[in-house]
């Protein structure tokens, strides 16, 4: 919002002495101090920066400057605020999707980290079924870290064709989670 410059001493003091225009604002639009003071401070500050820095500005009152940018952040907010994102349905885990049934955290599996170390071996053997020893390797070195230039380097094998044989065990793996 407000730029990295600092107001100067006499912007200070020229936001100091209009400084109920803000109030006088979020009066007038019927919003409440304690929530939108926030908003609009900020656009008021550099409304000040603009008038005091531009002698074009000059030629307008400073409660045309400052509302007009108030109002510009003011709007800004409003359709932030009015996105879907912002406005999806929170589902709590601790109650049922319906009136009568069972809360999901009864329903949701806890995190069992053996259990999840095990499902991971199970995957990787039923993959490595299904590829190359080569890939295998290769599949094994990222699990574990490493980058495909490192891989490159340690298997002699140009980096291009690393990512292609990634690639191939990508569809395997794919093709085998759907089955």
């Known amino acids: 919002m407000l730029c990295e410059v600092p107001l100067t001493k006499e912007q200070q003091d020229f936001?100091?002495?209009?400084?109920?225009?803000?109030?006088?604002?979020l009066n007038d639009n019927h919003l409440p101090e304690n929530e939108f003071y926030d908003v609009v401070i900020f656009p008021y500050l550099k409304a000040v920066q603009d008038y005091c820095n531009s002698a074009s500005a000059q030629k307008y009152s400073f409660s045309t400057i400052a509302i007009r940018q108030m109002k510009f952040r003011l709007y800004d907010y409003f359709r932030t605020q009015a996105r879907r994102k912002r406005n999806t349905e929170v589902i709590s885990i601790h109650l049922g999707l319906y009136s009568d049934g069972v809360p999901l955290e009864e329903v949701l599996p806890g995190q069992d980290r053996l259990m999840q170390e095990f499902e991971m071996q199970q995957m990787l053997h039923d993959l490595a079924s299904h590829i190359s020893e080569q890939q295998m390797k290769i599949v094994r070195m990222k699990g574990y870290g490493y980058g495909i230039k490192e891989i490159s380097s340690h298997e002699k094998i140009p980096m291009k064709r690393i990512?292609?044989?990634?690639?191939?065990?990508?569809?395997?793996?794919?093709?085998?989670?759907?089955e």
Not at 15 to 25: M, P, Q, T
């Open 163 to 178: 990512q292609e044989l990634l690639e191939e065990v990508h569809t395997v793996f794919l093709r085998l989670c759907r």
């Open 15 to 25: 936001a100091a002495e209009h400084h109920g225009l803000v109030y006088k604002f």
